[in-house]
């Protein structure tokens, strides 16, 4: 009998710890503002230490290829927060 339960429960630990980091970045990002720092400001330089330590990780290819779907991914909405449904 094939056990089909542990990928699964991997995928939610997976996603339950995007989950936590995206809650420790909006917090940092809460704070820089409360600092003073402009948005765009925060978001470059959050951007740019992302990219840093997605090439540490996986090497400058990698990288390369991930963010050259970006383009696609922006236009489809992926990174949209605030998508009014029509």
Known sequence: MLDTTLPQDEDRVVDEV??????HLERA???????GLPPDAI???ALFA???ELVACFGEDSVARLVAELPDRIA???YT???TMQ
Not at 18 to 23: I, N, P, S, V
Request: hydrophobic share 50%; net charge negative; charged share 30%.
């Open 18 to 23: 995007k989950q936590a980091a995206m809650e």
């Open 29 to 35: 990002f809460d704070e820089a503002e409360a600092d």
């Open 43 to 45: 978001a470059h330089a």
């Open 50 to 52: 992302a990219l840093a």
């Open 76 to 78: 489809s909405g992926d």
């Open 81 to 83: 927060l605030a998508r």
